[in-house]
């Protein structure tokens, strides 16, 4: 007889795959709302930010690091800079506006901060160019040494 612990097992992998994508891919959008002026634009606005500016550099990482995440292509190190972008993000934009995120609308900028640092601890899983790459690396480092 299966326990729950044991079918729940089956899908760690497809659920470790959907907690690294599915937020990479929402954040993605405000990248692009950000930089391509798509899905409303910046503010709302239908425009976009000015590239040089502190929400510039804010939509190239949400938008072209985010997208490392979701391929999950150097996977640890670019989590590690969406964790931090949203950090920065709910110090600069939120905690200004109260202490408590329930009042200041940071909820959003804390949780995706605590997901992506647990992506950049986990790594991208095996459902990722990361294993891809590195099982290519680690087999032909092992043929190498066997020649």
Same mark, same amino acid.
């Given at each position: $007889?299966?326990? @729950?612990?044991?079918?729940?097992?089956? #899908?760690? /992998?497809?659920? +470790?795959?959907?907690?690294?994508?599915?937020?990479?891919?929402? &954040? $993605?959008?405000?990248?692009?709302?950000?930089?391509?002026?798509?899905?409303? +634009?910046?503010?709302?606005?239908?425009?976009? /930010?000015?590239?040089?500016?502190?929400?510039?550099?804010?939509?190239?990482?949400?938008?072209?690091?985010?997208?490392? /995440?979701?391929?999950?292509?150097?996977?640890?190190? @670019?989590?590690?800079?969406? @964790?931090?972008?949203?950090?920065?993000? #709910?110090?600069?934009?939120? %905690?200004?506006?109260?202490?408590?995120?329930?009042?200041?609308?940071?909820?959003?900028?804390?949780?995706?901060?605590? /997901?992506?640092?647990?992506?950049?601890?986990?790594?991208?899983?095996?459902?990722? %160019?990361?294993? &891809?790459?590195?099982?290519?690396?680690?087999?032909?480092?092992?043929?190498?040494?066997?020649?």
């Amino acid at each position: $007889m299966r326990t @729950a612990t044991t079918l729940l097992d089956r #899908y760690r /992998v497809v659920a +470790g795959t959907l907690l690294r994508v599915v937020p990479a891919l929402l &954040l $993605m959008q405000h990248g692009a709302q950000k930089l391509f002026g798509v899905l409303g +634009g910046a503010g709302g606005s239908g425009g976009t /930010v000015p590239l040089g500016s502190l929400l510039g550099l804010g939509g190239v990482l949400e938008f072209f690091v985010a997208a490392l /995440v979701v391929l999950g292509l150097f996977t640890r190190p @670019a989590a590690f800079l969406l @964790a931090g972008e949203m950090a920065v993000a #709910y110090f600069i934009g939120h %905690a200004p506006k109260g202490f408590w995120p329930i009042q200041n609308g940071g909820e959003p900028a804390i949780l995706n901060c605590f /997901v992506f640092f647990f992506i950049a601890a986990a790594g991208a899983g095996p459902v990722s %160019a990361d294993a &891809l790459v590195f099982r290519e690396g680690r087999a032909r480092r092992h043929d190498d040494l066997g020649a």
